[in-house]
């Protein structure tokens, strides 16, 4: 039998201690093993570590690459002020080069999977998800993406909003978000984005709790209407920094509802590393959720990009492993067990928050292959290793030389 693709040498330790071969047939891993396979393509991962994809749980496409365009950066209320003034003017042209620019970069960084979220309002209409739709239809050889549509600017204090919201989801819109911190009526907001969920059968992504103040919460909210509405396992929130600010027994509380209400959360250590603790003049907090511990609990937790080169985030070029070895700096994790943790929170564990049915390396699943210039999952972490060749559904999409040292004389 001869195969679609056969990756010889490829390192799986979660399966063996010595190189495999993959064969694929039809998109799909056929076999999984050592004995010699014919294919009708044959490449050699030369006993590297490869891995199943990133999944970037969290990204914003539409409003990347624009710092060129900022007059300010700073806190979160200048960055969601910036883009507001900047987005009246961005075309649907506009928005899909740029938010190209970066999906290719995250591509080449070796991620196969991506939830975006699309600002959607009556100052951009429907332009960036119109762009977004065009992208994940061009790029669908390389790289599966979600549409996340959302009010970033508030809903309920935002005539014309809502409307844009259901034309979306009536459009093709894979799930919807909310930012209740930003509406005059956050907890109306929430369950309005529940209600149109429910009549489109569609995924929650709330962005939440981005501050340090843990004297309130709109967490609690999102907790029992997802528990009300039996929408657990849907249900993802982002940020949530309130939790970096609280005791470990209120976290622990936390996680503990979180796990019983099937509520995922993704961390953006990027994002938040930046914006938050600005008050500070001196032991500045990190103002990063210990994703890690809510994770022991039982939470399913990713971490991921957000931005990527505007005013929320003005740096980043999409690398998945990157943002896990920034994490286990900012939490101060470095046992193995830790960065393997890590390595999880943007492969396996997003995949799981997406809830991609046919995400892993094992027969039957897609063959989504990323080689990794790696032969320790926990120490591709550590030294952030770059991947050097990926497949999407079996077919190749990229590839990097590893780097070599030229001695003199060579």
């Not at 009536?170 to 930003?182: H, K, N, R």
């Not at 509380?253 to 509520?263: K, P, Q, S």
Request: proline fraction near 5%; charge should be negative.
């Amino acid at each position: 039998m001869a195969f679609d693709l056969v990756l010889n040498g490829a390192l799986l330790p979660e399966i063996a201690d010595h190189p495999l071969a993959i064969g694929v047939t039809e998109g799909r891993i056929a076999a999984v093993g050592t004995e010699a396979m014919a294919g009708m393509v044959e490449h050699d991962a030369g006993g590297r570590l490869v891995l199943p994809g990133f999944v970037d749980s969290h990204i914003h496409l539409d409003k990347s690459c624009i710092l060129d365009r900022c007059r300010a950066e700073g806190s979160l209320a200048e960055a969601i002020a910036e883009v507001a003034r900047l987005k009246r003017d961005f075309d649907e042209d506009d928005v899909y080069r740029r938010a190209e620019t970066t999906l290719v970069k995250a591509i080449l960084q070796g991620t196969t999977r991506i939830r975006t979220h699309v600002e959607v309002d009556p100052r951009i209409g429907l332009r960036s998800f119109a762009a977004l739709k065009r992208l994940r239809q061009d790029y669908a050889f390389a790289v599966d993406i979600e549409i996340c549509v959302f009010p970033q600017e508030g809903l309920l204090n935002d005539p014309g909003t809502d409307e844009l919201l259901v034309a979306a989801c009536s459009d093709g819109a894979d799930l919807i978000g909310g930012c209740p911190y930003t509406d005059t009526e956050p907890f109306a907001q929430i369950e309005r984005i529940f209600d149109i969920a429910a009549t489109f059968d569609i995924d929650v992504d709330f962005h939440l709790d981005f501050d340090l103040d843990p004297s309130w919460t709109h967490l609690d909210a999102v907790l029992a209407a997802t528990e009300r509405r039996g929408w657990g396992g849907r249900v993802a929130v982002g940020h949530v920094t309130k939790l970096s600010s609280m005791p470990p027994t209120r976290v622990a509380d936390y996680a503990r509802r979180l796990a019983h209400a099937g509520v995922a959360l993704t961390v953006l250590p990027a994002t938040d590393l930046f914006l938050m603790g600005r008050k500070s003049d001196y032991d500045v907090p990190r103002g990063v959720t210990p994703a890690h511990r809510l994770a022991e609990a039982g939470v399913t937790c990713s971490l991921a990009t957000n931005n990527v080169l505007n005013p929320f985030t003005p740096f980043g070029d999409c690398s998945l492993n990157r943002i896990a070895n920034l994490y286990a700096n900012i939490t101060q994790l470095g046992r193995r067990g830790e960065m393997l943790a890590c390595l999880d929170m943007v492969t396996a564990a997003p995949a799981r928050l997406m809830r991609c049915t046919d995400y892993g390396i094992a027969v039957g699943n897609a063959a989504d292959l990323v080689v990794l210039d790696a032969k320790d999952p926990a120490l591709a972490v550590a030294e952030i290793a770059m991947p050097l060749m990926g497949f999407k559904r079996g077919v190749k999409t990229f590839e990097r030389p590893a780097a070599r040292l030229i001695r003199p004389g060579a």
